[in-house]
């Protein structure tokens, strides 16, 4: 029976959705528990100044009014909410934190992309527990993305890129589907980027990718959403190229009905895919392993006692 003071409610408010992981404490893989994910596309719409729209606060309290409910039944000794990106970079962030305090009776913490990156990286590497050398872990959100290059003893290098599946999504691909152009657009702010991102982590290792949209990617692939069969699973460049081809040529209705895809990230998983396809190429790389375990397990890690 799990102890009641190993239990941790962890609820990330992201970029594009919002996660409640229910942690009863140390498992075989790491953390364990029952997860939830909620679209809540905190980022869409926002204003030219990073300021979240009222719809997406909304759509936020609405969530967190579910998540409260199920936390209260939980009963966990700690409550951690951490917001990212989105929350960061607006400048509004006091009406988020004032619905969460609401909501969940504690404020949430801010991380910063340096906070983000790293316990993205704690979580991934229990996906890779048997890899005893260098890796980048790879977290393409909604509106940033983390590059986290490190062995066993953790990071390396970090940084946290203002590049994200709905940030430049929004930017760039403003037809549906979108045009060609827009698509090099992206394709083109996303290189730079990523070209002075791996140069300040130390140069790119063998990926491994985390979160939302790789998970999605992955899900596309097999055709149905198992997170058993996704974790692990190797995307190739190849395929992630391929993806981003198929998905750019569809509407946002035709990507709503593909399988294993959740119908909500349809709107921006064609930008977060050319993202991934960007990371690879500038990388070098021809394949990335795919983790369930990110960031919901880092900051989960950090409130439980050592196993």
Same mark, same amino acid.
């Given at each position: 029976m799990t102890s009641p003071g190993h239990r941790v409610a962890v609820v990330d408010i992201g970029s594009n959705s919002t996660r409640l992981f229910l942690c009863t404490g140390w498992g075989p893989g790491g953390p364990? /528990?029952?997860?939830?994910?909620?679209?809540?596309a905190l980022r869409r719409g926002a204003a030219a100044d990073?300021?979240?729209?009222?719809?997406?606060?909304?759509r936020l309290d609405r969530c967190l009014e579910d998540y409260a409910a199920r936390i209260a039944a939980f009963a966990p000794a700690a409550v951690v909410p951490v917001a990212t990106s989105a929350v960061r970079d607006a400048p509004n962030r006091g009406e988020v934190a004032a619905v969460v305090r609401a909501r969940l009776g504690v404020p949430p913490r801010v991380l910063t992309g340096d906070e983000e990156a790293r316990a993205s990286f704690?979580?991934?590497?229990?996906?890779?527990?048997?890899?005893?050398?260098?890796?980048?872990?790879?977290? &393409?959100? /909604?509106?940033s993305t983390e590059l986290v290059r490190g062995g066993p003893r953790g990071p390396e290098g970090t940084v946290s890129l203002q590049l994200g599946g709905t940030r430049q999504t929004? #930017? %760039?691909? #403003? %037809?549906? $589907? $979108?045009? $060609?152009?827009? &698509?090099e657009?992206?394709?083109?702010?996303?290189?730079?980027?990523v070209d002075g991102g791996l140069a300040t982590i130390g140069g790119p290792a063998p990926a491994v990718g985390?979160?939302?949209t790789v998970t999605s990617l992955a899900a596309i692939e097999l055709g149905t959403y198992d997170p058993a069969a996704v974790h692990g699973q190797v995307l190739t460049g190849a395929a992630v190229a391929a993806m981003a081809e198929r998905l750019c040529a569809m509407t946002v209705a035709e990507r709503a009905a593909i399988p294993g895809l959740e119908?909500? #990230?349809?709107?921006?998983? %064609?930008?977060a895919c050319l993202i991934v396809r960007a990371v690879l190429e500038r990388a070098g790389l021809d394949a990335m392993r795919v983790s369930e375990r990110d960031l919901l397990d880092g900051v989960a890690m950090a409130h439980l006692p050592h196993p």
């Amino acid at each position: 029976m799990t102890s009641p003071g190993h239990r941790v409610a962890v609820v990330d408010i992201g970029s594009n959705s919002t996660r409640l992981f229910l942690c009863t404490g140390w498992g075989p893989g790491g953390p364990a /528990g029952e997860r939830t994910t909620t679209i809540t596309a905190l980022r869409r719409g926002a204003a030219a100044d990073g300021s979240i729209a009222r719809e997406a606060v909304l759509r936020l309290d609405r969530c967190l009014e579910d998540y409260a409910a199920r936390i209260a039944a939980f009963a966990p000794a700690a409550v951690v909410p951490v917001a990212t990106s989105a929350v960061r970079d607006a400048p509004n962030r006091g009406e988020v934190a004032a619905v969460v305090r609401a909501r969940l009776g504690v404020p949430p913490r801010v991380l910063t992309g340096d906070e983000e990156a790293r316990a993205s990286f704690a979580g991934a590497r229990l996906g890779v527990p048997d890899d005893d050398g260098v890796v980048m872990v790879v977290d &393409v959100g /909604g509106a940033s993305t983390e590059l986290v290059r490190g062995g066993p003893r953790g990071p390396e290098g970090t940084v946290s890129l203002q590049l994200g599946g709905t940030r430049q999504t929004e #930017r %760039h691909l #403003r %037809h549906d $589907p $979108p045009l $060609p152009d827009e &698509v090099e657009a992206l394709l083109a702010e996303a290189g730079g980027l990523v070209d002075g991102g791996l140069a300040t982590i130390g140069g790119p290792a063998p990926a491994v990718g985390v979160a939302g949209t790789v998970t999605s990617l992955a899900a596309i692939e097999l055709g149905t959403y198992d997170p058993a069969a996704v974790h692990g699973q190797v995307l190739t460049g190849a395929a992630v190229a391929a993806m981003a081809e198929r998905l750019c040529a569809m509407t946002v209705a035709e990507r709503a009905a593909i399988p294993g895809l959740e119908a909500l #990230r349809a709107p921006i998983i %064609h930008g977060a895919c050319l993202i991934v396809r960007a990371v690879l190429e500038r990388a070098g790389l021809d394949a990335m392993r795919v983790s369930e375990r990110d960031l919901l397990d880092g900051v989960a890690m950090a409130h439980l006692p050592h196993p």
